[in-house]
Structure formats: structure tokens, C-alpha cells
């Protein structure tokens, strides 16, 4: 049988099936599609002004370090003229952070990006290692995230920026959506597919990759030969959130546009003011009450 011809140049040989839309197409328009997607969303999300300073959440991973590429393309590319920074945070995970770091080390060679790397251990005294040693695995991921937000924050501050972008993709998201759903928690509900966040004194954040499948980063990283470190972190995965995953890609295996209908139905909830508020200082209480359990 001929080799299939590329549905979208219709010159090339087709290397790949497009996760997304199940499309036969060749390398190059896989990355002039994947890029361009990443582009208008950037732009009709009015993300970025010329001169904006960013730092790219850097954890060495196939999601940051895609984003890391294809912000620098895209910023040359079309002039965002944005000054672009690596930002990383070290969280103490001997054995997985220490290992991912020397990753987003030569990043920064490799994408010539100002690198700014800050740990746990600086910032609070700790590391995860001492913590999980202390208080054990459970609810680990959550007290690390909380952590790491503010770290985020403080080192945003110290590089003067004024935007964080991170490598959260639509399977993350759609996940959340889930994941909130089941847990009936309406005010997270509300805010978890909005592509932009900023509360009241923390630095803007966005997600360029809201609408980018997770498999269609693995493939751009893959045939773009990224540099990037692929192992799961040590300290159990949250499991809860595996539920969702594990739900999820049965979904996607049966019809894969279930990723972006989740997100938008997410997006299609509008949540009333006084359950936002209730729910916070709810979550809020119980967070603390699990960690002074536990000390
Ligand atoms: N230690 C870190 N330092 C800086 N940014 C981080 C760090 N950990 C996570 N992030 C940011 O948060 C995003 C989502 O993180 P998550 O832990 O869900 O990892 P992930 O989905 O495996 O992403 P990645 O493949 O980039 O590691 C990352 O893409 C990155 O932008």
C-alpha cells in the first residue's frame, strides 16, 4: 500500500496521527499546527504586552520544557517582545528534583534564557524530603503545591516579573474539572479553566497550553528531540487526581474531543458569589486542620 500523503500539505508522507483531531499529517504541519494553536491562544487571550517580563515555571519536565521552546519561538517569531526567564523551584526530592534540575540547567543553555533557581530550603528552612519524613506521604502533594505556588511568587519578585506562564495542558485541566466535580467543590469549579489568574498581591499566572493535548506535547517533544527529563515524582503521585486520570484517558481512548468538551463545559459554569466564598474559608480550615494533625 502507498504511503498516505499528509491531509493537510497534501506533498509530504504522513509520520503521525494528530491526538487531537485524528488528522494524517507530516512533521512539519504537526508543528506549524501545534504552534500556531499555542499562538491564538495567546493572542485572543490577550496574554502578554511588548515588553513583559515572564518567567516560564521551569521543572525540567516535557511540559515546561515544550513551553519553554515554543515560548522563545513564538516570541521571535511573531515580536511578542517579551524578555523571557526560566524559573525554577527546588523543592528537596532528592533523587527526582536534583536530577530534573540539571535538565532545566542546560535549558538554559541550550535556549539561552536567564535561569533563576530557588529552593524550599532557602525560602522556608525545610525541604519535602524532611517534611515527608516527618509527617509521611499522605496529602504530601498538596502542602508541596501550596508551597511551591508562593515560592513561585517569591521568585517572580526577585526577578521582576510581571507574569508567570506554566506548562499546565488541556488534560490537567480537564482533569481538575473532573476532579472538582467529584469532590463537589463549586468555588474551584468556577476558577480552574480560566487561562489567566491573579489574586489580590500574587504575580499573574497563565497557562499557554489550556487547549494543548498532553500526547501532542509528548510527540512535539519527541520529534523535536527536546531535552527534557521524564521521570514521575518520588513522593507518591496524588491519587485522587489518578482517579481522574485514569477516568479521563478511558474517555479520550473512546472519543478523543472529550478532553477539550470537558474544559468547555467547565468553562460554562457560572458559580454564585456566595458559594465561592463559603467553600474557601471551608478548604482553607481543612487544609491547616490536616497539617497541624500531623505536627
Ligand atoms: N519545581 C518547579 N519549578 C518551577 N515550575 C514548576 C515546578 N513544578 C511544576 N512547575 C510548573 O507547573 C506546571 C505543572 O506542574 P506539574 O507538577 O503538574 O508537572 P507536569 O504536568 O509533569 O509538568 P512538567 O512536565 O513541566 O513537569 C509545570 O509545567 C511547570 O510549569
Not at 491531509?7 to 491526538?19: G, Q, S, Y
Not at 481538575?176 to 469549579?189: E, K
Amino acid at each position: 500500500m502507498a504511503p498516505r500523503t499528509c491531509m493537510l500539505c497534501d506533498k509530504n508522507r504522513a509520520m503521525l496521527k494528530r491526538p487531537k483531531t485524528g488528522q494524517q499529517i507530516c512533521k512539519d504541519c504537526f508543528f506549524v499546527v501545534f504552534e500556531t494553536e499555542v499562538h491564538n491562544t495567546i493572542t485572543e487571550s490577550e496574554l502578554f504586552k511588548p515588553g513583559d517580563r515572564v518567567a516560564i515555571g521551569a521543572s525540567g519536565g516535557k511540559d515546561s520544557t515544550v513551553l519553554a521552546y515554543v515560548m522563545k519561538t513564538l516570541n521571535e517569531r511573531y515580536k511578542y517582545g517579551l524578555n523571557l526567564f526560566l524559573l525554577s523551584i527546588d523543592e528537596g526530592i532528592t533523587g527526582y528534583r536534583d536530577d530534573s534540575l540539571e535538565t532545566v540547567k542546560r535549558n538554559q543553555q541550550q535556549y539561552d534564557m536567564p535561569l533563576k533557581i530557588l529552593s524550599y530550603d532557602e525560602l522556608y528552612g525545610w525541604t519535602m524530603d524532611a517534611i515527608v519524613d516527618q509527617v509521611g506521604r499522605k496529602n504530601n502533594c498538596t502542602f508541596c503545591g501550596v508551597f511551591r505556588r508562593q515560592a513561585l511568587d517569591r521568585g517572580a519578585a526577585m526577578l521582576g516579573v510581571d507574569h508567570i506562564v506554566t506548562g499546565h495542558n488541556a488534560d490537567d485541566i480537564a482533569e481538575t474539572v473532573l476532579m472538582n466535580i467529584m469532590r463537589g467543590d463549586i468555588a474551584r469549579l468556577g476558577r480552574c479553566t480560566s487561562i489567566c489568574t491573579q489574586g489580590e498581591d500574587t504575580i499573574k499566572r497563565s497557562k499557554p497550553f489550556k487547549y494543548a493535548y498532553e500526547k501532542e506535547i509528548v510527540m512535539y517533544a519527541y520529534f523535536k528531540k527536546l531535552d527534557y527529563f521524564s521521570t514521575e515524582c518520588i513522593y507518591s503521585p496524588d491519587a485522587y487526581r489518578g482517579h481522574a486520570r485514569v477516568f479521563l484517558k478511558d474517555l479520550e481512548a473512546a472519543r478523543p474531543s472529550a478532553i477539550i468538551d470537558i474544559i468547555h463545559s467547565g468553562e460554562a459554569f457560572e458559580i454564585r458569589d456566595e458559594v465561592k466564598a463559603t467553600q474557601k474559608s471551608q478548604r482553607l480550615c481543612s487544609l491547616f486542620a490536616s497539617f497541624n494533625q500531623r505536627s
